[in-house]
């Protein structure tokens, strides 16, 4: 037998049941947190999110409903259930601002050609109707 301390945890292989469990979490830790600033994973989770609050959302609908089966005057004065509950609104991103910022620019950009245009054609009717005259 050996003389380890009752405490220490048995050696396997080299290394040490605690090491082990340590590098585990370490590695876990890491996977976590390079998921956390994942975009994609962020608006994966809150989607299936959105949906259990949905599913969760209908099936208090269905009991409510059910529950009010019993009596159909009392059925009559109460008011429709509420929708279903909203998805959660996505993370804010700091890329939108300037997404806003672009397509606020381009509808000012269209605006000004739809003058341009409009300014063009009255010129040209102008000097069509001074070749006439």
Same mark, same amino acid.
């Given at each position: 037998?050996?003389?380890? /301390? ?5 050696? &396997? /292989?080299?290394? &040490? ?7 585990? #979490?370490?590695?876990?830790? &890491? ?15 809150? *989607?299936?999110?959105? !949906?259990?609050?949905? *599913?969760?959302? *209908?099936?208090?609908?269905? #009991? &409510?409903?059910?529950? $009010?089966? /019993? ?9 429709? *259930?509420?929708?279903? =509950? =909203? ?14 910022? !672009?397509?606020?620019? #381009?509808?000012? !950009?269209?605006? $000004? !050609? ?10 040209? $009717?102008?000097? /069509? ?5």
């Amino acid at each position: 037998m050996s003389e380890s /301390g009752a405490g220490d945890p048995p050696k &396997s /292989g080299g290394a &040490s049941l605690h090491e082990l469990a340590r590098d585990w #979490v370490t590695l876990w830790q &890491s996977e976590l947190a390079a998921l956390a600033a994942d975009r994609e994973a962020q608006e994966s989770w809150q *989607a299936m999110v959105a !949906l259990w609050a949905g *599913a969760a959302g *209908a099936m208090l609908n269905g #009991v &409510s409903a059910a529950s $009010r089966q /019993g009596d159909g005057a009392e059925r009559r004065t109460r008011s429709a *259930a509420p929708p279903g =509950t =909203t998805p959660a609104a996505a993370a804010p991103d700091p890329r939108d601002a300037e997404i806003e910022r !672009l397509v606020g620019r #381009v509808a000012e !950009l269209e605006r $000004r !050609l739809v003058e341009l245009e409009r300014g063009e054609l009255e010129r040209r $009717r102008d000097r /069509g109707s001074r070749r006439r005259a």
